[in-house]
């Protein structure tokens, strides 16, 4: 047991030590180095340890992909049988090897992720080169296992009310591009534009080397330039003339609308707004993540519902999630509250969060809270980079998208020097704009956007 | 599920090969499944997982056609007659289409094997 004595001896030391911590914030260690190597952007980020990552981000999402599903497939089709060996030797050579392959794809970007212990860093990045460049796509694999896993992901994906009232809020917020379903819904006819061929080619100009940047952190990152050197020579150089490549990007455009899904899986509303595209591009507006940590929802510590707007706003409805987010894309982004929850209580509380959207507009928040929100905002931002699964496609999808890297100093920066006003501008301007509403569920009982005082 | 066969010995030896091509030709046709208007592949018995899994692998073109000879070679045994010989298959046309893949599916199937056995040594 520790004695009270003890623990009051070593507390100013603990907030020293915390202390020095903070004033080190733009630490050379959370820095990436970019370079390149045969034509490819790398990422490098030396960490101390025992191992290491390697990911490989490619811009070829759902908002790139020529027809819908090919970014399902193209994930599902990572580390399957390659021109030089079969899917499940490459299962068991990493199982082997102790390391851990995973794939996966977002709006934007196909990332291929590599865990493993740092010396066995050259077998890794050989691997992911081998999968971008030589898979086979073979029409039996995408019959046997992709086809297959798709229909799962669709299930998972389409079982839960949130998700689908997200994708929709998208969709009706960008239409095209970054509005295409990240996975498509079960009643899509994709499997018509799906086969091996097609998706061969999509390959070829997903996984070219203008269009993939690697990300890596770990002991030795400084050898990585080197293999990737060695190894990515073979990548394809891209752009084939086919239907099937990657398609340009369009500039996102905002517009806005209504929609509403019936469902038997539960309710979710979503009420969205233009927001913030990411950090380093031109639409970024640190004012909306902030806004989003003083919105909130979900509280950061236990058993108390926080200083956030809406938590307050919701105290009284036992059966509800509410949660503020700004997904943040590379050339623009979508301010979402999502309520889930009994359907009346989703009903009724999503006029509690235009009314807390108005507080915030019409400036009758404390500072107190809109200081505690930058320090969550900060905190949130900061974090996403420092942590892995975040960290990698943030920077990799910063290299590809032609801005900059993620740094976190510079994040920090813009975060703190969010002023009361900016916040209240920035609410002024959802209340004032289109915005995008989404009810899946029971719409029966759920509002429509004339109920809450929006317009859409 | 290949059927066995000795030619891999015979194709090693050029002086071989040449002396039993012709006889191979001749008993290939004299078989008669040609004039039933049916390749060498669509004798193989099917009654294998690893040949249902390579008739479930072939493109659909290949697939229909396959049905197509075995049901009208079905019907020429019942009616007791052969095709015309315009509509026979020629020794051109009697190439492989299903054993690649049933190769391919024992392939896989051996590696597998080898490494559900493999012993690590370090």
Same mark, same amino acid.
């Given at each position: 047991m520790l004695s009270r004595s003890s623990l009051s001896r070593n507390a100013p030391r603990a907030l020293s030590a915390g202390r020095r911590a903070m004033a080190s914030a733009a630490n050379p260690t959370f820095q990436y180095d970019v370079s390149e190597a045969a034509g490819v952007k790398v990422a490098n980020r030396e960490v101390n340890g025992a191992t290491g990552t390697l990911a490989l981000v490619a811009k070829a999402g759902s908002r790139y992909q020529p027809f819908p599903g090919f970014s399902d497939a193209l994930e599902k089709f990572a580390f399957k049988s390659t021109l030089k060996r079969s899917a499940?030797?490459?299962?068991?050579?990493? /199982?082997?090897?102790?390391?851990?392959?995973?794939?996966?794809?977002?709006?934007?970007?196909?990332?291929?992720?590599?865990?493993?212990?740092?010396?066995?860093? =050259?077998?890794?990045t050989e691997l992911l080169a081998e999968a971008a460049s030589q898979t086979k796509f073979s029409d039996h694999e995408l019959n046997e296992v992709v086809a297959?896993?798709?229909?799962?992901?669709?299930?998972?994906?389409?079982? !839960? =009310?949130?998700?689908?009232?997200?994708?929709?809020?998208?969709?009706? &917020?960008?239409?095209?591009?970054?509005?295409?379903?990240?996975?498509?819904?079960?009643?899509?006819?994709?499997?018509?534009?799906?086969?091996?061929?097609?998706?061969?080619?999509? &390959?070829?100009?997903?996984?070219?080397?203008?269009?993939?940047?690697?990300?890596?952190?770990?002991?030795?990152?400084?050898?990585?330039?080197?293999?990737?050197?060695?190894f990515f020579k073979d990548l394809p150089a891209g752009s084939s003339s086919s239907q099937y490549k990657v398609q340009p990007s369009q500039a996102s455009k905002y517009f806005g609308g209504e929609q509403r899904i019936p469902s038997k899986n539960g309710n979710a509303v979503v009420i969205a707004f233009p927001g913030s595209s990411?950090? $380093?591009?031109?639409?970024?507006?640190?004012?909306?993540?902030?806004?989003?940590?003083?919105?909130?929802?979900?509280? !950061?510590?236990k058993w108390t519902p926080g200083f956030s707007l809406l938590s307050k706003a919701t105290q009284g409805f036992s059966f509800l999630n509410v949660s503020t987010k700004n997904h943040a894309y590379s050339d623009a982004g979508l301010f979402t509250v999502t309520l889930s929850g009994a359907a009346d209580q989703? $009903?009724?509380?999503?006029?509690?969060?235009?009314?807390a959207l108005k507080k915030a507009a019409a400036g009758e928040?404390?500072?107190?809270?809109?200081?505690?929100?930058?320090?969550?905002?900060?905190?949130?931002?900061?974090?996403?980079?420092?942590?892995?699964?975040? $960290?990698?496609? &943030?920077? $990799?999808?910063?290299l590809v998208h032609g801005?900059?890297?993620?740094?976190?100093?510079?994040?920090?920066?813009?975060?703190?020097?969010?002023?009361?006003?900016?916040?209240?501008?920035?609410?002024?301007?959802f209340l004032s704009g289109k915005a995008s509403l989404v009810s899946v569920g029971d719409i029966h009982q759920l509002p429509y956007a004339e109920d809450l005082g929006l317009s859409a | 599920m290949s059927a066995p066969s000795v030619a891999n010995y015979i194709v090693k030896r050029p002086w071989l090969k040449r002396w039993m091509t012709p006889i191979a030709n001749w008993y290939t046709d004299a078989a008669g499944y040609r004039?039933?208007?049916?390749?060498?592949?669509?004798?193989?018995?099917? /009654? !294998?997982?690893?040949?249902?899994?390579a008739i479930k692998r072939l493109p659909p073109k290949e697939a229909y056609d396959r049905v197509?000879?075995?049901?009208?070679?079905?019907?020429?045994?019942? !009616?007791?007659?052969?095709?015309?010989?315009?509509?026979?298959?020629?020794?051109?046309?009697?190439?492989?289409?299903?054993? =690649?893949?049933?190769?391919?599916?024992?392939?896989?199937?051996?590696?597998?094997?080898?490494?559900?056995?493999?012993?690590?040594?370090?």
């Open positions: 499940l030797r490459i299962t068991r050579e990493v /199982e082997l090897l102790g390391g851990e392959i995973s794939a996966t794809h977002s709006r934007e970007n196909v990332v291929l992720r590599a865990k493993f212990l740092a010396n066995d860093l =050259p077998y890794f297959t896993l798709l229909k799962y992901q669709q299930q998972a994906v389409y079982s !839960s =009310p949130e998700t689908v009232a997200l994708d929709a809020a998208h969709g009706v &917020a960008f239409h095209r591009g970054l509005g295409a379903p990240i996975t498509p819904s079960q009643t899509t006819p994709y499997e018509k534009y799906l086969s091996g061929d097609a998706l061969a080619q999509f &390959a070829q100009d997903a996984y070219a080397k203008s269009n993939v940047a690697l990300v890596s952190t770990g002991p030795n990152s400084s050898e990585v330039s080197k293999w990737v050197g060695q990411a950090f $380093g591009t031109a639409g970024y507006k640190a004012e909306a993540s902030v806004l989003a940590a003083l919105l909130g929802g979900e509280s !950061s510590i989703v $009903g009724a509380a999503s006029k509690n969060v235009v009314d928040v404390a500072s107190e809270d809109i200081k505690k929100a930058a320090a969550l905002a900060k905190f949130r931002a900061l974090e996403s980079v420092q942590t892995l699964e975040t $960290g990698l496609e &943030a920077t $990799g999808s910063g801005s900059k890297a993620y740094q976190i100093g510079e994040i920090a920066q813009a975060l703190e020097n969010v002023s009361e006003e900016q916040v209240k501008e920035v609410a002024k301007s | 004039r039933l208007g049916l390749k060498f592949d669509d004798l193989i018995p099917e /009654e !294998s997982e690893t040949v249902q899994q197509f000879r075995i049901r009208r070679a079905f019907q020429c045994s019942i !009616s007791h007659t052969l095709l015309p010989a315009n509509e026979q298959i020629k020794p051109s046309e009697d190439v492989e289409y299903l054993s =690649p893949i049933i190769r391919e599916i024992e392939k896989e199937a051996k590696e597998r094997d080898d490494l559900d056995n493999l012993v690590v040594r370090k």
